[in-house]
Nanobody, 114 residues
Framework: QVQLVESGGGLVQPGGSLRLYCAAS????????LRWYRQTPGKQRELVAL???????NYADSVKGRFTISRDSTKNTVYLQMNKLKPEDTAVYYC????????WGQGTQVTVSS
């Protein structure tokens, strides 16, 4: 059973930074693509960023130039570096991977507020 565990969320002021972590219970080399999503109450889960096994990345327009996704296969961890945070970035952030089935973490809350 694959487990994904997110951490690193918290309360930050607008313009600040946070780094999210997603630790996998198996080697992340098993996954072609790893993704970060976010969700706010009453809205659908939104794709924020993805990274493919070859290192190709893609971002939602709303976070381009501010967020960076990366992966460390030696630590089986995916990261989301979030800079220049805005109040509209407030959400629960989820890590996602697919290997015959969709796997999700429990989410980590990010709140951007003064």
């Amino acid at each position: 059973q694959v487990q994904l565990v997110e951490s690193g969320g918290g309360l930050v002021q607008p313009g600040g930074s946070l780094r999210l972590y997603c630790a996998a219970s198996i080697s992340i080399s098993n996954f072609n693509t790893l993704r970060w999503y976010r969700q706010t109450p009453g809205k659908q889960r939104e794709l924020v960023a993805l990274i493919a096994s070859g290192g190709t990345t893609n971002y939602a327009d709303s976070v381009k130039g501010r967020f960076t996704i990366s992966r460390d296969s030696t630590k089986n961890t995916v990261y989301l570096q979030m800079n220049k945070l805005k109040p509209e970035d407030t959400a629960v952030y989820y890590c996602n991977a697919y290997q015959g089935a969709q796997y999700w973490g429990q989410g980590t809350q990010v709140t951007v507020s003064s």
